[in-house]
């Protein structure tokens, strides 16, 4: 507190000793810098603020979403009712966490598997915008499967899942990470050979916020761009991400 005290008298001293000299002269003087300007309170970074707020995230959603339900609708069309599935992510993809980056931000914190538990635990991630309605299409209209895969630990399935019918997303099969590993491609390969739970299935498409939910990709193998807006669908998410460990450029 006293080292605050002597550090802000030295900011503060040349500006109001510049005020003085200056108060004679016609021309207009910036403000000094106030107290307040040196302990302003964490707020929420553009990302987080454009994720929560921006009519272009849900419009973004609801776009994304209409498009893969005709894809879904055209591959459907020739395929045997219950023998095809649907791969999504959970995670910004059918559930929204961004009251969870909102609190850390605005305490100041960085992500941690204590706090990130305690999130899960409270089961109080909404819906976001266009995931019922494609899931719904999906197994109650086209009859097929619908599989999430994410990359929450087994110790948190239960409540993830308790969250997701809590917001009415409809799912047969919810594969959370028992290895640790965050690697979807093994459960991928499990919903295709049948060794998920259910039969083996024909997946027509997969949608994610991060290219490591789609399979084989990552942020050095990209995958063939005509891919995407046909078989694979993919939601923004600015907040965090593989992406985030790239260089900058
Ligand atoms: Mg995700």
Known sequence: MHQESRSLRHVLLPVVLAGIALAGCATPQPKPVSAAATTTAPTQPNEI???????????????????ATQAARARAATLPAGSWAVILDVDETVLDNSEYQKRLALSGQRYSDETWNAWVKERSAPALPGAQAFLDTVRNELKG????????????????????RGVGIGFDVA???????????????????GTAGLPALNVILWVGDNIKDFPGLDQQHTGDAAEFGTRFFVLPNPMYGSWERLPDR
């Open 175 to 193: 594969l959370c990470d028992a290895t640790g590993d965050g690697n979807k491609n093994p459960r991928f390969q499990s919903v295709i050979s």
């Open 145 to 164: 499967r619908v599989v999430l895969v994410t990359n929450r630990k087994q110790s948190q399935c239960a409540d993830t899942q308790e969250n997701l």
């Open 49 to 67: 603020r454009w994720y929560r707020v921006s009519a272009e995230q849900r419009a973004i959603y609801a776009e994304v979403y209409r498009s």
